[in-house]
């Protein structure tokens, strides 16, 4: 059983910075997508980056490109989000998300295994 455990939320002021981390246990698809999302109240689940663990180049929103790295350690099955420049907009609960193989799309639908979430406030 798949199982995404994420760390590292809290509140910052704006321009600050946080380090998001997610442990992936049981997953055997070996080379499929991990991917942060973000959702807002009231908004929908929105990808924020997204990487394939067998390797490539990471893929971002538009939005974050420039501020925010995604990254893993495959030795520790983690999953990171350095989040620089944070923005007050950028509040939202944060999710690590896998799937089984495949693309690595940016639809949340796309993707079967979800952690908890992990709570961002940027305040202004």
């Known amino acids: 059983q798949v199982q995404l455990v994420e760390s590292g939320g809290g509140s910052v002021q704006a321009g600050g910075s946080l380090r998001l981390s997610c442990v992936e246990s049981?997953?055997?698809?070996?080379?499929?997508?991990m991917a942060w999302f973000r959702q807002a109240p009231g908004k929908e689940r929105e990808a924020v980056a997204r990487?394939?663990?067998?390797?490539?180049?990471?893929i971002y929103d538009d939005s974050v490109k420039g501020r925010i790295t995604i990254s893993q350690d495959r030795a520790k099955n983690t999953l990171y989000l350095q989040m620089n420049s944070l923005k007050p907009e950028e509040t939202a609960m944060y999710y690590c998300?896998?799937?089984?193989?495949?693309?690595?799309?940016?639809?949340?639908?796309?993707?079967?295994?979800w952690g908890q979430g992990t709570q961002v406030t940027v305040s202004s």
């Open positions: 990487i394939y663990t067998g390797g490539g180049s990471p």
């Open positions: 998300a896998a799937n089984s193989g495949g693309f690595c799309s940016s639809k949340a639908s796309q993707f079967g295994y």
């Open positions: 049981g997953n055997t698809y070996r080379g499929h997508c």
